[in-house]
């Protein structure tokens, strides 16, 4: 569906300028908020990507990473998962989000019962009384204290009971608060939600309107894909509210087919003061919300990422789980990681020029010493001429 005509920019912002304000915005450019921490990340990010995939670390543990350094696990974990402070539920795909964003969703568990189905699984309606029933009495528990999650040992074979689970979790009855050993612990929203956001029932053009304005303030600057994107909403959604987010309209330069202007939306408190500070060297889970877009990824940065994991393996041209390096504001090269023991051993790197090799060995280095490695093993360079340089880096 065509865009509806945008109003009049407010500014015209370079390309260089709109990176640096989209970093900022995901807090990787400037002083991180150590004191606020994980929390305070997650609110501001609005969203954080799961996934079952874990290489270094779960992406949801690389995502903080990134932004505040060698924070611990343990405390990643805390933060995410204890004292009711979050929620899991279907943004930008499967994520963590902040408690307070639960009646923010209000409209997507509506259009959930509406359809009556999750995925075009049914169910009947004595199985999901009796889990909701279970879960009232036995307080939270994963789909394998509810009777099994599988009919048999196929990925998506789901029993009944999972289903119906699932489904109250769509619809809003069930709520995910925590994980454990990677399984969701299911508890009736009504118990583990507080009283004033589990009761709150906004419309669904004040849940929009305010998503919209969330993504807005963590991308920064974002075209209407980006925005439609970031919580994968519908065009219609987000042409009905973006003129009364709070966003303001504004022109990108070089965003647009062949390097023309682009219309775009900015946060205003992006546009207030320039986008300067410290860099962050660091390399990025595939599903990190600086990049999880992934034409925004290529017109921002220059860097068309896929995730390679489920390619054959023949086919793979970066690795099955290559990270993007991002140094100096930029993208300039990927890492395929893995762990052998105390060792991270780069089973593939690929980088853009010479001079990057620094930020390179800094990057693995502290990757390393975080997920409780000692040593750095290179396996395949792209560039063979620079392992010397980067292996006396990493040695030093």
Known sequence: MPAAPAPSPVATLSADEARRIALRAQGLLGAPDRRGGVRAMLRHLGSVQLDTISVLARSHELVPYARLGAVGRPAVEAAYWSAGTTFEYWSHAACILPVEEWPLFAFRRRRYRERNHVWGQQVDEATYRGVLARLRTDGPLTSTELGGAKKTADWWDW???????????????????????????YALAEQAVPAELFHAEPTDEECLRTLVAQSGAALGVATRADLLDYHRLRPEQVDAVVADSGLVPVEVAGWGPAGSTAAAWADPAALAAAARGRHRTTLLSPFDSLIWDRPRTERIFGMLHKLEAYTPKHKRVHGYFAMPLLAGGRLVGRVDPAREGRTLVARQISLDAARHVEALAAALREAAAWVGCDAVRVEALHDESLRPALEGLLDG
Do not use: P
Not at 169 to 177: H, I, M, R, S
């Open 159 to 185: 029993s009944d009971t999972k289903i119906a689970v699932e489904r109250a979790l769509a619809f809003g009855d069930v709520v995910c608060a925590e994980r454990r050993g990677w399984k969701r612990v």
